[in-house]
């Protein structure tokens, strides 16, 4: 049966029109995105058949239109309406375009919308001016699902002619780990070392998932005394990590001797 030769108290749009769209199953929100069936099948069933194709409806969010398409059924127009919605969706929960960037926190807010619900890595960079204020926001690149390149030049392109003076770097893994690669933390070194050549301050380069995000570790050479651009926050174990290289007051008196005590224990060079 059509899903419009229902009775109207029983059709999808009629009930969100009078309930809600919360009155309405996942299934029936989906039919009146795809707008309609095929031979032998309504709208209702061919939205069943793709969501279970596509595992559930967090999984139909992160598909891209050529894995729809290949339910039956499902054309190039179907396809493009679901991802679309889908893509509306994370852009309304990406908050306003312009906001600070003061800590690693505030980056990953930033940049995640743009990497989450996604079965691809993408890599994102976000320019800021000299207080901080975001001017840009913008994909750099598409990959695979388990890798995406970080062209250095391209990302310093578009730093340069979006007139800023910092910027920060995020890419997701799919996957769901955390573990930064080794490509990983080579680009984040090479990013370091191309922003210090064009005065830039580079702020981060976080890794992001659906659920946490993590900074990528850097150590800078032992003659680079510059301090970190942003300060981490929002992730214990990564402001741990940067502790860790700076001693607390406790260690510092450990280590520093009273006037008139020798300095015992520790090997002198020289």
Partial sequence: MRVKDLPPNDQPRERLLSGGATALADRELLALLIGSGCRGTNAMELASHLIAHCGDLHGLARSDAHRMMSVPGIGPAK???????????????SGPERRRVTCSGDLAAVAAPLLRGLSHERVVVVVCD???????????????????????REIMSTVLTSDGSSFGLAHNHPSGSLDPSAADLEVTTRLHDAAGTLGLRFLDHLIVTDTAWRRVPYDPPADDHTEAAVRPRGDP?????????????????????RPGQKDRGRPRTG
């Fill in 79 to 93: 396809a493009a309406r679901v991802v679309a919605a889908f893509h509306l969706v994370r852009q309304a929960q």
């Fill in 130 to 152: 000299p207080s901080g204020a975001v001017i840009r926001r913008t994909i750099v690149s598409e990959g695979g699902s388990d890798h995406a390149p970080a062209p250095v």
């Fill in 237 to 257: 174990e990564e402001s741990g990590e940067e502790r860790a290289g700076r001693p607390s007051a406790r260690r510092r008196a450990r280590r520093e001797p």
